[in-house]
């Protein structure tokens, strides 16, 4: 299970709130979380009712503890980013990630965006309802492609690995992008590598995936051979892009991002080929 994922054992579910449910309590615009205590978070009884900025919402069960989640009226004197949070409560911060995202559900679909009447948060699932019209809006997943591109076989493998405006100074990491409508995952490997790096590939391998509450992707990540074509990188979107042998990798993605432990595969895997398999 990557970083992020929600923990395996979580029960997701919306449900009656009590006292006994403990509190994800996030700043006003949702980037911050206050940390859990040696106990875990506090419970909802525990929080003062004026500091939330709306009634907490019910997220789910975990290990035969039910939890809510709410926006604080005011900044978080100690919050943390959910990058923070996952490097000092890995578990956690996939439930707080989870937490985010129903979060933002429930704020940015107040109203139908049909008819622009308020909505209805249904009880059974997590979806909110236009009573008007009868439109039911569920929380928005974008799925977006991450593609390690590799040439030559056994110790000798090279990855094609680029670097964009937003990345940190010398960071490398694999081509990424969302899928389009009515595009398979597969479709959206092959354009996304051709129009950032100007290359071709062939085959993309699905081999793994990773929830990214930032604020909400899902990460799915390919491997896929190189064909041809000469390095072009698309301006605005790649400054700079190389390729790489195992023995000899750039700064890459931190330890919880998916694209860092798809290159760390793909670099185990050439270490176990036999040139010519």
Do not use: K, N
């Not at 006994?20 to 940390?35: K, N, W």
């Amino acid at each position: 299970m990557l970083p992020f994922s929600r923990p395996d054992t979580f029960q997701a579910g919306p449900g009656p709130l009590t006292p006994e449910h403990r509190l994800l309590l996030f700043s006003p615009d949702g980037r911050t979380v206050q940390a859990p205590g040696p106990d875990g978070w506090p419970r909802l009884d525990e929080v003062p009712t004026e500091t939330l900025h709306e009634p907490a919402v019910s997220l789910g069960c975990w290990q035969g503890q039910s939890y809510a989640a709410a926006r604080s009226r005011t900044d978080l004197a100690a919050g943390l980013s959910l990058r923070q949070l996952i490097t000092t409560h890995e578990v956690e911060a996939g439930l707080a990630g989870y937490a985010a995202q129903v979060l933002d559900f429930h704020s940015t679909h107040r109203f139908c965006g049909r008819c622009a009447t308020s909505t209805d948060a249904l009880g059974h699932e997590l979806a909110r309802r236009c009573p008007a019209c009868g439109l039911t809006v569920y929380p928005r997943v974008a799925p977006a492609v991450m593609v390690l591109i590799w040439r030559r076989q056994g110790a000798g493998r090279e990855f094609l690995l680029a670097r964009g405006p937003r990345h940190a100074p010398g960071l490398f990491s694999v081509v990424a992008g969302f899928t389009e409508p009515s595009e398979t995952l597969e479709a959206c490997c092959h354009r996304e590598v051709l129009e950032e790096l100007g290359v071709t590939i062939r085959s993309p391998e699905y081999v793994m995936s990773q929830p990214w509450p930032l604020p909400h992707s899902l990460m799915v990540a390919f491997s896929a051979e190189y064909v041809g074509g000469e390095i072009v990188p698309q301006p605005g979107e790649i400054e700079e892009a190389r390729w790489f042998s195992a023995q000899d990798l750039p700064q890459i993605p931190a330890p919880y991002s998916c694209a860092y432990h798809l290159i760390h595969q793909g670099v185990a895997e050439s270490v176990t080929l036999r040139p010519g398999l």
